[in-house]
């Protein structure tokens, strides 16, 4: 079955860079964009950006330009993003979710199951 | 970046009532690229309606939506137990892809 499974949860302290792994499995990892979006305790859902992993290309949210970087690794069908210089602000749930690239229409169908980061002294 | 509103905040029902959701967007967001999500707590968003108004897969016929440009719906016919919960709606338009802030349905 179609699955997007994340890395374990880490404690951060401020000023560190953390790395959130996504492992895709069940589809061609080509054919759709992985989305980022994460979501601070008690609050709502915030987008990061995207990657192509066909092409490597990536769109940042004018937020987090400069700070985060998304990656991918086509051989073993697994997209990253790496957040660095963290505070506090940046503790939340951390989500990866597909879109069809091809198919762009249907939207994100399928996330992964989150990556609570923590940041604290 | 567009901007998305739902109201109201907190929409409480009950069992078998009807439910209606809005998201309000900034801009017209061209070609319906508009997406419902459901979350439960410590759960990831489930994708109801993408399109605007084509329900995702195994989503229950008791979900619809509806809209187009800046104002769209989401209705729940006959609300169950499970259906209490955050919905939130995401463009897909352009980047960022923005969400409202969510409404939670509560009993």
């Known amino acids: 079955q179609v699955q997007l499974v994340q890395s374990g949860a880490e404690v951060k302290k401020p000023g560190a860079s953390v790395k959130v792994s996504c492992k895709a499995s069940g589809y061609t990892f080509t054919d759709y964009y992985i989305h980022w979006m994460r979501q601070a305790p008690g609050q709502g859902l915030e987008h990061m950006g995207w990657?192509?992993?066909?092409?490597?290309?990536?769109k940042y949210t004018q937020r987090f330009q400069g700070r985060v970087t998304m990656t991918r690794d086509t051989s073993i069908s697994t997209a990253n993003m790496e957040l660095s210089n963290l505070s506090s602000d940046d503790t939340a749930v951390y989500y990866c979710a597909r879109h069809g690239i091809k198919y762009y229409y249907y939207g994100v169908d399928v996330w992964g199951q989150g990556t609570t980061v923590t940041v604290s002294s | 970046e567009i901007v998305l509103t739902q109201s109201p905040a907190t929409l409480s029902l009950s069992p078998g009532e009807r439910a209606t959701l809005s998201c309000r967007a900034s801009?017209?967001?061209?070609?319906?690229?508009l997406a419902w999500y459901q979350q439960k707590l410590g759960q990831p968003p489930r994708l109801l309606i993408y399109g605007a108004s084509n329900r995702a897969t195994g989503i229950p016929d008791r979900f619809s939506g509806s809209g187009s440009e800046t104002d769209f719906t989401l209705t729940i016919s006959r609300l169950e137990a499970e259906d209490f919960a955050v919905y939130f709606c995401q463009h897909y338009f352009t980047s960022p892809h923005s969400f409202g802030q969510g409404t939670k349905l509560e009993i």
């Open positions: 801009q017209s967001i061209t070609n319906n690229y």
């Open positions: 990657i192509n992993p066909n092409t490597g290309g990536t």
